[in-house]
């Protein structure tokens, strides 16, 4: 190589002075000229070399099976490959150039050695960034948050090649370098602080599998009730069902409190959990004659009867006075219309039978006495869960009249009366 160098790059000087240049105009003509021949050179390199390592990359990338290697043509790779060899032509050829200008060859020789080593980081930046890609289309890396072992990955990089740097500039010894940064390390924490508490939290939201992509979340702080679409060093960004994006800084993750919808996602049903509250003062026993009306209700009428006789052996056991009402056991209006609720549920097509499924009473508020469904919908979808509570709920409101119950509403002028 350096043979070679010498024979296109030493024949300028002694043709200069050859036509009876004094040596400063034949030195400067002669840097001139070959200054002009290296970036043509250099240039010539880098177009044949981009255009073989290109062409031949897409051409393996068509025979192979692997999608990996068209993520590097996406993402330009060997383009930047290209640029090294030129360089380091460059890099070898400025000494003889630059022979007879020691400060500006040292100059020019740390100027290209940085430029390379920026290539190089770029270089490692692509490739990282294919592995990113053809990991994110593997179903089992999908939900992982690849792009913030990349950041972190690159992160380390970029201190060393900035230490690398530093250290051509001012030729300052490696130990000597890292020194200096032990002493100013709070400074750096300082500047560096929300990089260094969302690799943190990455690691911690990785580690205990808190928050995968695909994930839907609700933060409240953020305003956030989506899916996550991505999650980096810095920030995690949520797609929210409006079809707007809210960004959350990845250490919040940590420090607040959010919910996750996974662990529902991932389960046999949807919780469906929601009350109507029922007027204290519409809650009474009901009579014999009222009993046999509401036999007529097919969905209650073998509980009633088996009910009935239950209480009729108790009373007569007990030799209850029944011409009080209030005495011995006695069934209540609420009480039917609990057990009718619940049988209506058991036989309602959009509920997880084999969940949980209650109708259940709450403690009493100044507002009336809380009737809640309890239950969890077959379908999670949200709306068909919708939907299916909004179905459940107009037969409640619609079957309370049928057992003399009344809906607790706040009184407003068109009903004081």
């Not at 808190?210 to 609700?218: K, S």
């Not at 959990?273 to 009428?301: C, D, G, M, Y």
Request: proline share 3%; net charge positive; with cysteine.
């Amino acid at each position: 190589m350096h043979k070679i160098t010498e024979i296109i790059f030493g024949w300028c000087y002694p043709l200069f002075k050859k036509w009876d240049f004094n040596e400063t105009i034949a030195a400067y003509l002669s840097l001139a000229v070959n200054i002009i021949i290296l970036s043509s050179i250099a240039f010539t390199i880098y177009y044949i070399f981009r255009f073989i390592l290109v062409k031949t990359m897409i051409i393996i990338a068509r025979k192979t099976r692997t999608k990996f290697d068209d993520l590097l043509v996406t993402n330009k790779t060997a383009k930047y490959i290209a640029h090294l060899i030129p360089l380091l032509f460059i890099f070898k050829s400025a000494p003889i150039i630059l022979k007879s200008y020691v400060y500006w060859e040292g100059v020019f020789g740390k100027l290209v050695g940085i430029y390379i080593i920026f290539l190089c980081l770029w270089i490692i930046k692509t490739v990282f960034n294919a592995i990113r890609d053809y990991l994110k289309q593997n179903p089992t890396y999908s939900d992982k948050p690849i792009d913030s072992y990349i950041q972190v990955i690159m992160i380390i990089l970029w201190i060393i090649g900035v230490g690398v740097i530093v250290s051509k500039i001012f030729d300052i010894n490696t130990g000597a370098m890292l020194t200096t940064l032990g002493a100013v390390s709070a400074v750096i924490i300082l500047i560096f602080r929300d990089t260094i508490l969302g690799f943190v939290a990455s690691v911690q939201v990785s580690l205990n599998d808190m928050v995968r992509i695909g994930d839907w979340i609700t933060f409240d702080k953020f305003g956030a009730d989506g899916d996550v679409i991505e999650i980096n060093l810095a920030t995690v960004k949520v797609r929210n069902f409006d079809n707007t994006t809210t960004t959350i800084p990845t250490y919040s993750l940590i420090s607040d409190s959010f919910r996750n919808w996974r662990g529902m996602l991932n389960s046999d049903g949807r919780r469906i959990k929601r009350h109507v509250l029922i007027k204290a003062q519409s809650i009474r026993f009901l009579e014999e004659s009222e009993l046999r009306n509401f036999k007529k209700i097919q969905l209650i009428e073998t509980y009633i009867e088996h009910r009935q006789s239950e209480i009729e052996k108790y009373n007569t056991l007990h030799k209850i006075d029944k011409t009080i009402l209030v005495n011995g056991r006695n069934m209540t209006n609420f009480g039917l219309f609990r057990k009718y609720i619940t049988q209506y549920l058991s036989q309602y097509p959009g509920l997880n039978k084999d969940m949980i499924l209650l109708c259940r009473q709450l403690q009493p508020t100044p507002n009336g006495i809380p009737l809640e469904i309890y239950t969890f919908s077959n379908d999670k979808r949200f709306e068909n869960y919708e939907y299916i509570m909004a179905d459940i709920f107009d037969h409640i409101f619609a079957s309370i009249p049928f057992f003399d119950l009344e809906i607790y509403e706040m009184q407003t002028g068109s009903n004081l009366n």
